[in-house]
């Protein structure tokens, strides 16, 4: 790489810094909608570092775990409550709408709606100074896609509510673990001669994470700010070239790519589904947006936040800094832990609580020679590139057969190789519970007729042992028929991970051994 310090946020947040406007005066509390998103994970640790208090408002509280500090205060509640978002609104001084309803087919416009009325009146009733709204890059005249549709109705909706409204409008994000750039990246890795779309052809102004985080930062001390501004880097690039410029920082042949006027965005988005980790339901919206001229119509924003020093970053640029970030395993937050809409949310229930129900459960116990550190190391870095450490062809099958379902399927991966926190997502599991060094509890988000858990925990005392649990609830009949259907391969998939996770944790000594 380059030599950049990868592990710094982007060297830029003092600048942006509150200082008191009178001796004693207390720190602003700003509401973040959308903290555990993919722009809100990495906007909040700066906002923390210029000196702001934080309050998000979040369904699952115990997703926010990394979040932790005296500075940050988690409300549970859901956005689309109106009651909600009032309480979480309370005292804050400006707000930020980070949230987009992208995974969500069914009823995603009606609800983006509903989310944006209730900032817009909680603001006004709070007497928050300012929102702002990260939106999309779109033409100003003819039809839209319906993502971008609904991300312009937001911006009107909270326009409507008499608090001074930033609207920044971003294109293409490029950075380590945006959905944006994992569909550039794996296209372009997979698929040295590809097929695609006339839209490769139409005009792109990608934006690095970094300067879009720039922008919202200073969003907040810039004067006067109201009304919506376009955000763009300084290169307007076709898609098609967008690809061959992550080949060639990636040391990649030149990709040839034919454009065809009879691929769908319906079709595109199956196509991406199928060759890249991100599923169908969020390549849609994205393959949609770029049927558009996605570029900058004014350089406005100029004048209200000038480019941070040194200017704007380049794409190349952008694309060599993420993939650094992937290199030295510093992904700070990724398009992966996004939660999949219609997932179930419910934690696993206690035992006592299994009374009366039907549950099936696969246990396996295991003694072993390993360290407690050895095999929890091996637990936590399961999944992903490691694997699931047993039949891969297996769980191979199991993931095309989710993706062919619409569901996320084993590309979607994990955020880091070697961390683990709750709500990260590995393949098609999710972090429900992480007790280091001695419980992984894993939630399905597969497509499955009930609700399954998976649990991996590290047992010590004069013998360390290692057990896992597998647990289904099933839902109707179907689900019990599923349950006898999966049952031959237990023996396979499940003894096989036990003694597979035992062997490898071995393998670095015995108990009491450095």
Same mark, same amino acid.
């Given at each position: 790489?380059?030599?950049?310090?990868?592990?710094?946020?982007?060297?830029?947040?003092?600048?942006?810094?509150?200082?008191?406007?009178?001796?004693?005066?207390?720190?602003?509390?700003?509401?973040?909608?959308?903290?555990?998103?993919?722009?809100?994970?990495?906007?909040?640790?700066?906002?923390?570092?210029?000196?702001?208090?934080?309050?998000?408002?979040?369904?699952?509280?115990?997703?926010?775990?990394?979040?932790?500090?005296?500075?940050?205060?988690?409300?549970?509640?859901?956005?689309?409550?109106?009651?909600?978002?009032?309480?979480?609104?309370?005292?804050?001084?400006?707000?930020?709408?980070?949230?987009?309803?992208?995974?969500?087919?069914?009823?995603?416009?009606?609800?983006?709606?509903?989310?944006?009325? +209730?900032?817009?009146?909680?603001? #006004?009733?709070?007497?928050?100074? &300012? !929102?702002?709204? /990260?939106?999309? *890059?779109? %033409? @100003?005249?003819?039809?839209?896609?319906?993502?971008?549709?609904?991300?312009?109705?937001?911006?009107?909706?909270?326009?409507?509510?008499?608090?001074?409204?930033?609207?920044?409008?971003?294109?293409?994000?490029?950075?380590?673990?945006?959905?944006?750039?994992?569909?550039?990246?794996?296209?372009?890795?997979?698929?040295?001669?590809?097929?695609?779309?006339?839209?490769?052809?139409?005009?792109?102004?990608?934006?690095?994470?970094?300067?879009?985080?720039?922008?919202?930062?200073?969003?907040?001390?810039?004067?006067?700010?109201?009304?919506?501004?376009?955000?763009?880097?300084?290169?307007?690039?076709?898609?098609?070239?967008?690809? +061959?410029?992550?080949?060639?920082? #990636?040391?990649?042949?030149?990709? &040839? !790519?034919?454009? /065809?006027?009879? *691929?769908? %965005? @319906?079709?595109?988005?199956?196509?991406?589904?199928?060759?890249?980790?991100?599923?169908?339901?969020?390549?849609?919206?994205?393959?949609?947006?770029?049927?558009?001229?996605?570029?900058?119509?004014?350089?406005?924003?100029?004048?209200?936040?000038?480019?941070?020093?040194?200017?704007?970053?380049?794409?190349?640029?952008?694309?060599?800094?993420?993939?650094?970030?992937?290199?030295?395993?510093?992904?700070?937050?990724?398009?992966?832990?996004?939660?999949?809409?219609?997932?179930?949310?419910?934690?696993?229930?206690?035992?006592?609580?299994?009374?009366?129900?039907?549950?099936?459960?696969?246990?396996?116990?295991?003694?072993?020679?390993?360290?407690?550190?050895?095999?929890?190391?091996?637990?936590?870095?399961?999944?992903?590139?490691?694997?699931?450490?047993?039949?891969?062809?297996?769980?191979?099958?199991?993931?095309?057969?989710?993706?062919?379902?619409?569901?996320?399927?084993?590309?979607?991966?994990?955020?880091?190789?070697?961390?683990?926190?709750?709500?990260?997502?590995?393949?098609?599991?999710?972090?429900?519970?992480?007790?280091?060094?001695?419980?992984?509890?894993?939630?399905?988000?597969?497509?499955?007729?009930?609700?399954?858990?998976?649990?991996?925990?590290?047992?010590?005392?004069?013998?360390?042992?290692?057990?896992?649990?597998?647990?289904?609830?099933?839902?109707?009949?179907?689900?019990?028929?599923?349950?006898?259907?999966?049952?031959?391969?237990?023996?396979?998939?499940?003894?096989?991970?036990?003694?597979?996770?035992?062997?490898?944790?071995?393998?670095?000594?015995?108990?009491?051994?450095?």
């Amino acid at each position: 790489m380059d030599g950049t310090d990868l592990t710094a946020p982007s060297g830029r947040e003092p600048e942006y810094r509150w200082t008191p406007a009178t001796p004693g005066e207390p720190r602003p509390l700003v509401l973040l909608l959308g903290a555990t998103g993919y722009i809100g994970g990495r906007l909040l640790p700066r906002l923390l570092n210029a000196g702001y208090r934080v309050r998000v408002l979040t369904r699952r509280p115990e997703r926010a775990g990394g979040l932790a500090s005296p500075d940050v205060e988690v409300v549970k509640g859901d956005a689309a409550d109106p009651a909600a978002v009032r309480r979480a609104a309370e005292g804050a001084r400006f707000a930020y709408h980070l949230i987009h309803s992208m995974t969500d087919r069914r009823n995603f416009q009606q609800r983006d709606r509903l989310i944006a009325r +209730n900032v817009a009146r909680a603001a #006004a009733a709070a007497g928050t100074e &300012r !929102i702002v709204y /990260l939106g999309g *890059l779109s %033409p @100003r005249t003819g039809p839209l896609s319906e993502h971008l549709a609904s991300r312009r109705e937001v911006g009107e909706i909270l326009q409507r509510s008499g608090v001074p409204v930033l609207i920044l409008q971003a294109g293409v994000v490029i950075g380590a673990g945006s959905a944006s750039f994992e569909m550039i990246r794996h296209l372009t890795e997979v698929l040295p001669v590809m097929t695609a779309p006339r839209w490769v052809r139409n005009r792109i102004q990608p934006i690095a994470i970094r300067d879009v985080l720039h922008y919202l930062l200073a969003a907040l001390r810039a004067e006067d700010a109201n009304g919506a501004y376009d955000i763009g880097g300084p290169d307007v690039l076709r898609y098609d070239q967008m690809m +061959n410029g992550y080949a060639r920082v #990636a040391g990649l042949p030149p990709r &040839r !790519i034919l454009a /065809l006027p009879v *691929l769908t %965005p @319906r079709l595109a988005s199956h196509w991406v589904g199928l060759v890249t980790p991100v599923p169908r339901n969020l390549a849609r919206p994205l393959v949609e947006s770029l049927q558009h001229d996605c570029v900058m119509h004014d350089h406005r924003i100029d004048d209200l936040i000038p480019p941070p020093p040194g200017g704007l970053v380049r794409y190349g640029d952008a694309v060599r800094l993420a993939l650094g970030r992937i290199e030295v395993d510093r992904v700070e937050t990724s398009w992966v832990d996004a939660t999949v809409a219609h997932a179930p949310s419910d934690p696993l229930p206690g035992d006592p609580d299994w009374a009366g129900r039907v549950v099936y459960t696969d246990e396996r116990t295991v003694a072993t020679t390993a360290s407690p550190e050895a095999l929890w190391r091996v637990i936590a870095g399961i999944g992903g590139e490691n694997g699931w450490y047993s039949t891969p062809l297996l769980w191979a099958a199991r993931g095309w057969g989710d993706r062919a379902f619409g569901g996320v399927g084993l590309q979607r991966g994990r955020r880091s190789r070697t961390r683990i926190r709750v709500g990260d997502s590995i393949d098609f599991w999710r972090v429900e519970a992480c007790e280091p060094g001695r419980l992984l509890r894993l939630k399905a988000e597969m497509r499955l007729p009930g609700l399954a858990w998976l649990d991996f925990a590290c047992e010590t005392g004069k013998v360390t042992r290692y057990r896992q649990r597998a647990v289904f609830f099933p839902h109707g009949l179907a689900g019990r028929l599923y349950w006898l259907a999966v049952l031959p391969f237990h023996g396979f998939v499940f003894a096989g991970m036990a003694r597979r996770i035992v062997a490898i944790a071995e393998t670095e000594g015995p108990a009491g051994e450095p």
